[in-house]
C-alpha cells in the first residue's frame, strides 16, 4: 500500500525536516506532515532565520550611523528603507523554506500538508482544507515545536499587542514598544527597533536580563545594551495593559513597589514559549504529557507508547533549532535500531546581540551551587589585536575549568562573532578538553579566538597579554 511509512514525522522545524532526512538516509520511508504551506517550521519562518535577517539590516544601519566615522567614512543623510529590510528578510525566509522542499525531495520524504492527529497509535489523519485522509505509521516521530506564552491581562491582539511572529512582520518603526521579558527574544528583537530609532523599554520580573546565563555576561550585557539606547526595568510585576486608540497603557509595580504606567505604541509580549502538543489527540495513541504540556520521553526520545517518539521544543529542555535538530538526528537513528545517545551537556546557546552573547556549559553560579571547586580564566577583547583593527573592543572570554583536573566546565563569552566563537568551545566541552589543551592549541594571528587561547591561559594564571 502507499501510504504506509516506516515513519511518519509531525512538523517540519529544524527537529522534523532533519530526523526526516536522517531517517531516510538509513533506508527508512519516510512521510512527513506539515499543517502551513511552507517547510521548516518557526525557526526558518518566524523564528531564529527572520530575526537575524533584521538583525542583520538594523545592525548594518546602526553601524553605519555610530561607528563609519571613525573608519574615515561618511554619509549625507543616511537613513533606512523598512519595507526593502522586510522584503528581504522575507526573501531569505524564502530561499531557505523552498530549500527545505529540495531536501525532502532529494531525500524521497513524502510531504503531506495539513494538520496532524492520531487516529490509532499507527494512524495518523491528516485534515487540510476540509479533507481527511489517514495514513499508516510504523514508528511516529512528533515534532510540532512550541508557541509563544500568552499574559491573561495582555491577549495578543496581532496590532498593538504582538508576539515574536507580529514583531517579525510589522511594516513600519514605531515611536515607543514596551517589552515585556529580557529573555533571548526580548533582546534581540528589541536591539533591532531600538537601532532604527524606536524608543525601547524592556520590562522583566526578574531582577536581572537572561536571568538563566553566567552572572557576568548578564550584568555586560545589560549595561552594553542600555549604552546603545535600550532600557530597562526590572525586578518588576507587570500587572494590566489597557489599548486606547492605538497607545497601550501598561501598569506595572516597580521593584520599590510603586505603582507605574508605561505608554508604548507596541507592546511585544515575550515571556517564552509553550510547547505544541494541543489538537495532536494525543489520547487515542495514549502518549502522555507532563503539566507543562511537554511531550514525556525517555533518553531515547521514546513517549509512553512505544512506536512513538518526540523531539524538539515539544518536549522538555532548551528551546532551541541546533537541539532540536540533534535530538532528531539520534532519534531517527534510534528508529533505525542504532545505538545512540544525545549529549546535553555540550549545547552552546546564543544571543544575538550586539556584542553577541555565548554560552556552553555550567555557569559560575550553578558551579558555585554544586559545591565544586573551579578556577577562573577571563581575558578581554580590549586586548586582542584583531577585535583593536576591528573597533570591536566590548565584551571577553570567561573559562570556568575544574580546580583539580583543569578540565573546562563552562564557557562564557560576550563580544564580536561570539556566536562562532562559541563553537570551539563546545567542541572543547565534548571531547573533555582541559583549559591547559586550549591554550596550548595554536590559534591565529590575529584573530578574535586568540582570546579564547589567552582566557585559557588565565585559568592557570599564565595569559601573556593581560
Ligand atoms: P518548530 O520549528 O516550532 O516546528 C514545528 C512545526 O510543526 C511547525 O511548522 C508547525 O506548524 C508544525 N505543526 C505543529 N502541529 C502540527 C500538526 N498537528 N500537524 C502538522 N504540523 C504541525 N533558536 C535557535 O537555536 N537560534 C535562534 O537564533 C533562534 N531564534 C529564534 C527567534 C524567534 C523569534 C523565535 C520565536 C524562536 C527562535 N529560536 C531560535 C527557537 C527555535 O525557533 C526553536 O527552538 C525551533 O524552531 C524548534 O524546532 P522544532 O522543530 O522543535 O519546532
Ligand atoms: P525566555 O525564556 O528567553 O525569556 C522570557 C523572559 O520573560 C524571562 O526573562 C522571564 O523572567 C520573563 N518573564 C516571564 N514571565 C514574565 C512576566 N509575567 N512579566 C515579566 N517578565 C516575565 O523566552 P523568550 O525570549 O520568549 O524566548 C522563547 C524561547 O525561544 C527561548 O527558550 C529561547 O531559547 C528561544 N529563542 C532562542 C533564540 C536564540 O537562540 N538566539 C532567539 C529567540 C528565541
Redesign the pocket.
Known amino acids: 500500500m502507499e501510504n504506509i511509512f516506516d515513519l511518519v514525522v509531525?512538523?517540519?522545524?529544524?527537529?522534523?525536516y532533519v530526523g526526516a532526512i536522517r531517517a531516510s538516509q538509513l533506508g527508512l520511508k519516510v512521510a512527513i506532515?506539515?499543517?502551513?504551506n511552507t517547510l521548516g517550521?518557526?525557526?526558518l519562518n518566524?523564528?531564529?532565520i527572520p530575526?537575524?535577517a533584521l538583525l542583520q539590516s538594523s545592525e548594518k544601519f546602526y553601524s553605519a550611523k555610530r561607528h563609519f566615522a571613525e573608519h574615515g567614512i561618511s554619509f549625507q543623510n543616511l537613513k533606512y528603507d523598512f519595507s526593502q529590510m522586510q522584503n528581504r528578510k522575507s526573501d531569505v525566509v524564502k530561499q531557505l523554506t523552498t530549500g527545505i522542499n529540495y531536501l525532502m525531495n532529494k531525500n524521497d520524504v513524502t510531504i503531506f500538508t495539513?494538520?496532524?492527529?492520531f487516529e490509532t497509535e499507527n494512524f495518523i489523519k491528516i485534515e487540510y482544507e476540509g479533507k481527511t485522509q489517514l495514513i499508516n505509521a510504523k514508528n511516529v516521530m512528533i515534532?510540532?515545536?512550541?508557541k509563544p506564552i500568552e499574559l491573561p491581562f495582555m491577549k495578543f491582539d496581532k496590532d498593538v499587542i504582538l508576539s515574536?511572529t507580529e514583531a517579525?512582520s510589522l511594516s513600519d518603526v514605531p515611536e515607543s514598544m514596551a517589552v515585556i521579558g529580557a529573555g533571548?527574544?526580548g533582546l534581540?528583537?528589541g536591539s533591532v527597533y531600538s537601532r532604527l530609532g524606536c524608543d525601547v523599554t524592556v520590562l522583566d520580573a526578574s531582577e536581572s536580563i537572561l536571568s538563566v546565563m553566567d552572572k557576568d555576561l548578564r550584568a555586560e550585557g545589560q549595561k552594553l545594551l542600555q549604552s546603545q539606547g535600550l532600557r530597562f526595568s526590572l525586578g518588576v510585576s507587570v500587572k494590566s495593559c489597557q489599548v486606547s486608540e492605538g497607545v497601550a497603557y501598561i501598569g506595572f509595580e516597580d521593584s520599590e513597589s510603586n505603582l507605574k504606567t508605561l505608554a508604548a505604541q507596541k507592546v511585544l509580549v515575550a515571556v517564552g514559549?509553550k510547547p505544541?502538543t494541543d489538537?495532536?489527540s494525543l489520547e487515542n495513541a495514549s502518549v502522555e504529557l507532563n503539566a507543562r504540556g511537554q511531550v514525556i520521553i525517555d533518553d531515547q526520545f521514546r513517549t509512553s507508547q512505544s512506536n512513538i517518539f518526540a523531539?524538539?521544543?515539544?518536549v522538555p529542555g532548551p528551546?532551541?533549532?541546533?537541539k532540536?535538530e540533534e535530538e532528531a538526528i539520534i532519534c531517527a537513528e534510534i528508529i533505525a535500531g542504532h545505538k545512540a545517545k544525545m549529549n546535553y551537556a555540550t549545547i552552546p546557546g546564543?544571543v544575538?546581540t550586539h556584542p553577541e552573547i555565548a554560552s556552553v556549559g555550567l555557569t559560575e553560579q550553578e558551579l558555585t551551587a554544586s559545591g565544586k571547586d573551579f578556577n577562573i580564566g577571563k581575558f578581554s577583547f580590549k586586548a586582542n589585536g584583531r577585535a583593536i583593527a576591528m573597533g570591536e573592543t566590548e565584551g571577553f572570554v570567561k573559562i570556568i575549568a575544574d580546580k583539580v583536573t583543569d578540565r573546562v566546565l563552562g564557557v562564557h563569552i560576550i563580544g564580536p562573532n561570539a556566536s562562532e566563537l562559541i563553537a570551539e568551545a563546545a567542541i572543547a566541552l565534548e571531547f573533555s578538553s582541559s583549559a591547559e589543551d586550549l591554550a596550548k592549541s595554536v590559534h591565529a594571528h590575529p584573530t578574535l579566538s586568540e582570546v579564547l587561547k589567552e582566557a585559557a591561559l588565565d585559568v592557570n594564571k599564565l595569559s601573556l597579554h593581560k
Do not use: F
Request: hydrophobic residues 35%.
Open positions: 509531525i512538523g517540519s522545524g529544524p527537529a522534523g506532515v506539515e499543517k502551513y517550521g518557526t525557526c518566524v523564528g531564529c530575526s537575524k495539513g494538520s496532524a492527529s515534532a510540532t515545536g512550541s515574536s517579525l533571548v527574544i534581540e528583537l514559549r505544541n489538537g495532536l523531539v524538539g521544543d515539544c528551546m532551541l533549532a541546533h532540536a546564543v544575538y
